[in-house]
């Protein structure tokens, strides 16, 4: 039955019909390699689709996308939505144990591969699994090109979804223990881009997009696929890491308008020697992931003057709820709720918070996800009635602009990711050095969140600095690498609580 609440809707429909209607010939993605418009786009989404359903994945089936950025990353992850195949976009930098919890957990059937990444898949898919591997030019796997091109058939209406039915999943890390699967609706990934990109930024048809955080993240994927898409704009996908170089080189030779990154990619463009006249295109800067230091904001302003607008986001809120705008902006601060969006501010008496008190940030709005997939008690915990918990501890003043104030929690941001301190001092100790080790969160030059490792040495080092490298090799080794200590303290012993719990806030070193 089709009701108020329960509309006829496709997300992967909404997003491309309109420019077909509209803007067939405008090209919408341009990568490394190629170019593709809105209706090479669209024939190639629906010709996906169609051959998603002759290797038997069907609709509710999960299908988990490893890719870097390019331009089939768009045709597969809208071609699986128009089937009512839920993709589940993943982080391309994570240890394979981490692939291999994702794929149990999400009983995929199917993952699509990058073939630069296929590697780190070999050892998981044993011949007796029935998992599909999908990739470009690997005999092992059925080929992705194949399946983008060489069907004759269009799948030539998209699946007759609910707006309230699951669209894609993506994987939050945002609290201790296994990564969560996060569901998203179909009606979430356009009300983003109505309700942030579209009244916050302005954005229009003639903005040129690029996103320094990738497709795989909340944050990348609203930037440079969604926004774009809700207006006929064009979405520059680089596969490379982002660097100062590779970034400033992108919008130097696409004339970017749009650029979205993070404050430690902030930082390390103004530190490094890059000329302004590189970025005369840029009409305005989006930040997000951590906070970003007033510092930072006047010193980009400074540099280019134009503004950079610091938002919180969070991948179970799927874009950014709480933003500084164009002409209002407090530098240090987040902002005021996005339009659609309410905040509040609960205390530790679980009241509502008065101005000026801190206290843990809910929100409230459009693009909520459902559920984490398979964990009841951190879904009831995290998505209570309509308010979702975002873990964070925030101000707000009297005119109703929030700060941030750090996480209620353990965890830290540290170039825009989660890291938990658990996972890093589990990797720490599995160094034959190492005794006990416990981490925090300490501040670099920049005022910017990165990890810090005091350690109890099972013996006295003979080359500390040369033991440092060696454990920040094996943390390396084992996580995701950014999450390795930045500096070392060597120490006998660790403050602990009378049960033995490591006192953290104790070794912290810095005020929030
Ligand atoms: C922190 C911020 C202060 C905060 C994200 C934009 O970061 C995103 O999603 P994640 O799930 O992390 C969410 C958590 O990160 N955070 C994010 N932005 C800010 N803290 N100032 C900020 N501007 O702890 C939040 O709870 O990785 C960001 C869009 C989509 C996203 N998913």
Redesign the pocket.
């Known amino acids: 039955m089709i009701t108020e609440k329960n509309k006829i809707y496709n997300a992967a429909y909404d997003l491309i019909y309109r420019n077909i209607r509209d803007n067939p010939n405008k090209i919408a993605f341009i990568d490394n390699n190629d170019k593709i418009t809105y209706n090479e786009l669209y024939i190639k989404i629906k010709v996906f689709s169609s051959s998603t359903r002759n290797i038997n994945i069907n609709v509710n089936d999960r299908v988990i996308i490893c890719m870097d950025d390019n331009i089939n990353y768009p045709i597969v992850f809208l071609g699986l939505i128009w089937a009512g195949v839920i993709p589940i976009c993943i982080n391309t930098l994570l240890p394979s144990k981490d692939y291999k919890y994702m794929i149990e957990d999400s009983e995929a059937k199917a993952v699509i591969i990058s073939d630069q990444l296929i590697d780190k898949f070999n050892s998981l898919i044993q011949k007796d699994n029935d998992i599909l591997l999908i990739s470009n030019g690997n005999e092992n796997c059925i080929d992705l090109n194949d399946l983008i091109n060489q069907n004759k058939h269009y799948m030539e209406k998209p699946m007759d979804t609910n707006d309230s039915d699951t669209a894609f999943w993506?994987y939050?890390?945002?609290s201790t223990g296994s990564p969560k699967g996060?569901l998203h609706m179909h009606k979430s990934l356009v009300a983003?881009a109505e309700n942030y990109a579209k009244k916050v930024l302005n954005i229009t048809n003639n903005d040129i997009f690029f996103s320094a955080?990738k497709l795989f993240?909340?944050?990348?994927?609203?930037?440079a696929l969604t926004f774009p898409m809700s207006v006929g704009a064009t979405s520059i996908l680089m596969s490379d890491r982002p660097t100062p170089e590779s970034v400033s080189n992108i919008i130097k030779i696409h004339s970017v308008t749009l650029f979205f990154g993070?404050?430690t990619l902030y930082a390390a463009l103004l530190n490094s020697k890059i000329s302004s006249s590189l970025f005369k295109s840029l009409r305005l800067s989006v930040?997000?992931?951590?906070?970003?230091p007033a510092n930072l904001y006047e010193r980009w302003y400074k540099f280019l003057g134009i503004k950079v607008l610091?938002?919180?986001?969070?991948?179970?809120?799927?874009?950014?709820f709480?933003?500084n705008t164009i002409d209002n902006i407090k530098p240090g601060a987040?902002g005021k709720p996005v339009n659609g969006y309410e905040a509040r501010l609960i205390n530790d008496d679980g009241k509502v918070a008065s101005d000026n008190e801190i206290a843990e940030?809910e929100v409230k709005g459009p693009s909520s996800a459902s559920s984490y997939w398979n964990k009841p008690q951190k879904s009831s915990v995290t998505f209570k009635d309509e308010w979702t918990k975002?873990?964070?501890k925030y101000i707000r003043d009297v005119n109703g602009i929030y700060t941030?104030c750090g996480?209620a929690d353990d965890?830290m941001?540290v170039s825009?990711?989660?890291v938990s301190p658990f996972e890093v001092e589990a990797a720490l100790q599995s160094h034959e050095e190492v005794l006990e080790a416990a981490v925090v969160a300490n501040r670099d030059s920049n005022n910017l969140i990165k990890p810090k490792a005091f350690v109890i040495l099972k013996n006295k080092p003979n080359d500390t600095e040369n033991l440092k490298i060696a454990l920040t090799n094996h943390v390396k080794n084992q996580l995701t690498p950014f999450k390795y200590p930045r500096w070392y303290e060597f120490v006998n012993e660790l403050p602990k609580t009378a049960t033995g719990k490591i006192q953290r806030y104790k070794l912290r070193t810095y005020n929030d």
């Open positions: 993506l939050s890390s945002g996060t983003t955080a993240f909340a944050y990348g994927l609203g930037n993070v404050p930040s997000a992931g951590e906070a970003l610091d938002g919180i986001g969070s991948t179970e809120m799927l874009h950014i709480i933003s987040s940030l975002t873990g964070d941030y996480r965890m941001k825009g990711q989660y």
